[in-house]
């Protein structure tokens, strides 16, 4: 069973950042590309950043680009996402998710990932 567990969320001011982490257990994210994705109180979820299983590809949706930056550590099992420059509409839970994908680059839509995390909340504002 592939468990994934997201943290770093917390309450943040506007312009601030945080880090977040996703680890696995169990299992190896060796082989497998990582999503992470948000969703807001009464809003769909949506795509946030995705990486390669080798890390070399990465895909940021256009509201995150130049503040976030996703990034894997396999020999730590963990995929973080730097998040600088937080604006309130980045308020959301973020979830982690999890595709095999040994080769190539990684899914954006939620649909083609398999596994996925409980989220951690994230609250901007002032």
């Known amino acids: 069973q592939v468990l994934l567990m997201e943290s770093g969320g917390g309450f943040v001011q506007p312009g601030g950042s945080l880090r977040l982490s996703c680890a696995a257990s169990?299992?190896?994210?060796?082989?497998?590309?990582i999503g992470w994705f948000r969703q807001a109180p009464g809003k769909e979820r949506e795509g946030v950043s995705c990486?390669?299983?080798?890390?070399?590809?990465?895909n940021y949706a256009d509201s995150v680009k130049g503040r976030f930056t996703i990034s894997r550590d396999n020999a730590k099992n963990t995929v973080y996402l730097q998040m600088n420059g937080l604006k309130p509409e980045d308020t959301a839970v973020y979830y982690c998710a999890a595709k095999i994908r040994r080769f190539g680059g990684c899914p954006t839509l939620h649909i083609q990932y398999d596994y996925w995390g409980q989220g951690t909340r994230v609250t901007v504002s002032s």
């Open positions: 990486i390669s299983s080798s890390g070399g590809r990465t």
């Open positions: 169990e299992f190896t994210l060796d082989y497998y590309a």
